[in-house]
């Protein structure tokens, strides 16, 4: 699975701890294969309870090289300060530090000009340090699993990001900075509380995957609908309850809607892949039907001891 489909809200699986401790367990681990993962997770429960400074200078002290693959992985090592003299390695294309407890990046980041993956996802960022701002070849950037309310405007200088990741964090509507993302073809900002998306969104021509389930949409996004270049469009866990035809997106190949409290399925061109009631996997019921259900439906929660009549729904609905 390559970097930019990394599944919504996924862990990247740890790697080996560094240095002498890691590489003893993992000896440890290849005498006995069964016992590994025991002793994986007791390294990590021990260094849980070392002192910050300690922990890092424990994980990273053996780090002072410029790694061959031009990768550095330091998540889930208990971080809360990033070890600076990675920012040395000039050549740097990936850094992961993902799962830690970050709050702040130094400005000496700034150096790593030929960082093109940036993972900070599951961390405790408020704002996003100006400094990732200035990484200006980034393709894949990782913001998931934080405490964001917003974006700085200085993110429009990453006109070569393709993929940002914002979900799970505390947005209550998009910033209009990511419309200014030019190259962006892929964009997560799932498990948010946004109600409505920018109408600038369309510009972004090169968007293919839009991915916005577990937000608090009542209605299809508007701007959708003048994107026909999407290939995949998820609104799933949401409170929308109308679909509009989506027939016109040419492009579309799947739209996951599931777990909305709609009254009818979003149409759809021949080919395109639907997620969600009334599917492929079952007739999609009379828009009248369904519209004299949904009435009904409301009037007996008002009401009491109306008894509606059975819908057609798909198995396991």
């Excluded at 109600?195 to 508007?222: A, C, K, M, V």
């Excluded at 519209?291 to 439906?297: F, I, S």
Aim: glycine share 6%; proline share 9%.
């Amino acid at each position: 699975m390559g970097e930019e489909n990394r599944p919504q809200g996924s862990r990247r699986q740890p790697q080996p701890a560094v240095g002498p401790v890691g590489e003893s367990v993992s000896r440890w681990a290849g005498a006995h294969p069964a016992s590994g993962l025991f002793m994986g997770n007791t390294i990590r429960a021990l260094v849980a309870f070392i002192p910050a400074d300690c922990c890092q200078n424990y994980v990273v002290r053996d780090l002072r090289e410029m790694p061959v693959d031009k990768m550095v992985d330091l998540s889930g090592t208990q971080l809360r300060h990033f070890p600076g003299h990675v920012c040395s390695f000039r050549e740097l294309v990936k850094l992961y530090l993902s799962d830690n407890h970050l709050n702040s990046l130094p400005p000496e980041l700034g150096q790593l000009q030929n960082l093109q993956i940036l993972a900070l996802d599951f961390n405790n960022f408020k704002a996003l340090p100006q400094v990732v701002c200035t990484l200006k070849q980034l393709c894949i950037l990782y913001l998931g699993n934080n405490k964001l309310c917003d974006l700085p405007s200085e993110l429009s200088l990453l006109q070569n990001l393709r993929t940002l990741w914002v979900e799970a964090n505390c947005l209550t509507q998009l910033p209009e900075v990511v419309c200014e993302l030019s190259l962006l073809k892929t964009l997560h900002a799932g498990s948010n509380s946004l109600r409505l998306l920018p109408g600038q969104l369309q510009h972004l021509r090169e968007l293919r995957t839009i991915w916005l389930s577990g937000n608090l949409l009542t209605d299809f996004p508007p701007v959708l609908l003048h994107m026909p270049f999407l290939e995949v469009i998820d609104v799933d866990r949401n409170s929308i309850r109308y679909f509009p035809s989506l027939a016109h997106l040419s492009s579309l190949k799947l739209v996951i809607y599931d777990h909305n409290p709609c009254r009818n399925a979003p149409k759809v061109a021949k080919g395109v892949r639907r997620v969600g009631r009334w599917a492929e996997e079952t007739p999609e019921p009379d828009p009248r039907k369904a519209r004299r259900y949904a009435l009904a439906r409301e009037e007996s929660q008002e009401g009491e001891g109306l008894v509606l009549p059975p819908l057609l729904l798909p198995p396991n609905s």
